[in-house]
């Protein structure tokens, strides 16, 4: 008897150790996040607001119309239907009660980095920190700098409506921990300057792969199928086009407002729409780079 008392403190303390160690969240220290900076780094928002529309923040947490119960601005509080229920994106104005006024740097980077909110429990990865984990902490901070520059509106973006187990917040530390790599972008010394340009912004900011690369039943990006196309999110809208082997230059021009306005070949109503309107701010040779790398994947004629 005693001894299988014994067993079961073991299992018991062994169990304890394997929670702990899934939903212990791993935040940032404020010295480990600025030490990622160059010295003398200042955070530039006009350079932040070609970044935050190369990121997409606005396709998100941007409310375009104001209603009577909803302000226009950066509020969040649009419903973003997926399989597991719909999410409403927070309020990114620096309003300092519903917004993210008075957050520090670290706060930042540990949100879009980490997947971890100012108390420590995870964000849900509908938030796509798995891409901006890639990014440089400068970019993310001369976003800030552009979002601190935003009109505060006080705004308060319902809770989000999903089912079980998925509104278990907690749980979402597990998935991270099993599923997600935090590394930073990595530069293949093999290819061009132009190509690792494509690399990050594909990876780290524009996460085309969030829509366009097909996910496992993990519900992460399925890299060996990466940018083959993918199902909506949401029933109903238009699926993602496959990239691979598209002809040069398709992906230059649906990066533009044009692409949707003038010539429709992305739909007003697709999720792709707010991209291709958002990389209007976004220079030219940084388009050219994306389609340089996504076209490296596969040559004409391979895709399907
Ligand atoms: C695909 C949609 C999507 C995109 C793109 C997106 N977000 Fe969000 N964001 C969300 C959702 C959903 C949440 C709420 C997550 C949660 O509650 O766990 C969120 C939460 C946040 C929060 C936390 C706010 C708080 O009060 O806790 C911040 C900060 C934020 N986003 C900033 C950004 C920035 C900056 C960008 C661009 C670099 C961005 N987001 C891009 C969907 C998105
Ligand atoms: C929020 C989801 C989403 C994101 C993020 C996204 N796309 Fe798309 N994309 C779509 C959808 C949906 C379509 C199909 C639109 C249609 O059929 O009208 C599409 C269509 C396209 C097309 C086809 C245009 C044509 O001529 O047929 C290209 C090229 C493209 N996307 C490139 C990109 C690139 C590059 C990125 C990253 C910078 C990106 N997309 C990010 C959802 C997305």
Same mark, same amino acid.
């Given at each position: 008897?005693?001894?299988?008392?014994?067993?079961?403190?073991?299992?018991?303390?062994?169990?304890?150790?394997?929670?702990?160690?899934?939903?212990?969240?791993?935040?940032?220290?404020?010295?480990?996040?600025?030490?990622?900076?160059?010295?003398?780094?200042?955070?530039?928002?006009?350079?932040?607001?070609?970044?935050?529309?190369?990121?997409?923040?606005?396709?998100?947490?941007?409310?375009?119309?104001?209603?009577? #119960?909803?302000?226009?601005?950066?509020?969040?509080?649009?419903?973003?239907?997926?399989?597991?229920?719909?999410?409403?994106?927070?309020?990114?104005?620096?309003?300092?009660?519903?917004?993210?006024?008075?957050?520090?740097?670290?706060?930042?980077?540990?949100?879009?980095?980490?997947?971890?909110?100012? #108390?420590?429990?995870?964000?849900?990865?509908?938030?796509?920190?798995?891409?901006?984990?890639?990014?440089?902490?400068?970019?993310?901070?001369?976003?800030?700098?552009?979002?601190?520059?935003?009109?505060?509106?006080?705004?308060?973006?319902?809770?989000?409506?999903?089912?079980?187990?998925?509104?278990?917040?907690?749980?979402?530390?597990?998935?991270?921990?099993?599923?997600?790599?935090?590394?930073?972008?990595?530069?293949?010394?093999?290819?061009?300057?132009?190509?690792?340009?494509?690399?990050?912004?594909?990876?780290?900011?524009?996460?085309?792969?969030?829509?366009?690369?097909?996910?496992?039943?993990?519900?992460?990006?399925?890299?060996?199928?990466?940018?083959?196309?993918?199902?909506?999110?949401?029933?109903?809208?238009?699926?993602?086009?496959?990239?691979?082997?598209?002809?040069?230059?398709?992906?230059?021009?649906?990066?533009?407002?044009?692409?949707?306005?003038?010539?429709?070949?992305?739909?007003?109503?697709?999720?792709?729409?707010?991209?291709?309107?958002?990389? #209007?701010?976004?220079?030219?040779? #940084?388009?050219?780079?994306?389609?340089?790398?996504?076209?490296?994947?596969?040559?004409?004629?391979?895709?399907?």
């Amino acid at each position: 008897m005693a001894r299988k008392l014994q067993y079961l403190a073991i299992l018991v303390v062994i169990g304890l150790i394997a929670a702990l160690w899934l939903l212990w969240p791993n935040a940032m220290s404020q010295d480990e996040a600025l030490a990622r900076l160059p010295d003398g780094f200042a955070a530039d928002p006009v350079q932040g607001e070609r970044l935050f529309y190369t990121a997409g923040c606005g396709s998100c947490h941007m409310n375009e119309q104001a209603s009577a #119960d909803k302000p226009a601005g950066l509020v969040g509080g649009k419903g973003l239907e997926t399989p597991f229920g719909t999410f409403y994106p927070s309020n990114i104005t620096p309003d300092e009660t519903t917004g993210i006024g008075g957050w520090s740097e670290t706060d930042f980077l540990n949100a879009l980095q980490r997947g971890i909110r100012p #108390d420590g429990l995870p964000y849900y990865p509908a938030l796509p920190y798995t891409a901006y984990a890639k990014a440089s902490a400068e970019d993310l901070l001369h976003i800030k700098a552009y979002l601190d520059e935003q009109e505060p509106v006080a705004y308060q973006a319902p809770a989000h409506a999903l089912g079980f187990p998925a509104n278990i917040r907690i749980g979402v530390a597990a998935f991270k921990r099993l599923l997600v790599n935090f590394e930073p972008f990595q530069a293949d010394p093999q290819q061009s300057d132009e190509w690792n340009r494509g690399a990050y912004l594909v990876q780290a900011l524009g996460h085309c792969g969030f829509c366009h690369t097909p996910r496992t039943p993990w519900q992460t990006e399925d890299q060996r199928r990466a940018f083959a196309g993918a199902p909506p999110l949401k029933a109903g809208e238009k699926a993602s086009k496959n990239l691979l082997g598209v002809k040069p230059g398709t992906i230059f021009d649906a990066l533009s407002s044009d692409a949707v306005d003038l010539f429709a070949v992305v739909s007003d109503k697709s999720a792709m729409a707010h991209v291709s309107r958002a990389y #209007d701010h976004v220079p030219d040779a #940084d388009k050219q780079a994306i389609e340089t790398y996504i076209l490296s994947f596969g040559q004409p004629g391979q895709g399907q």
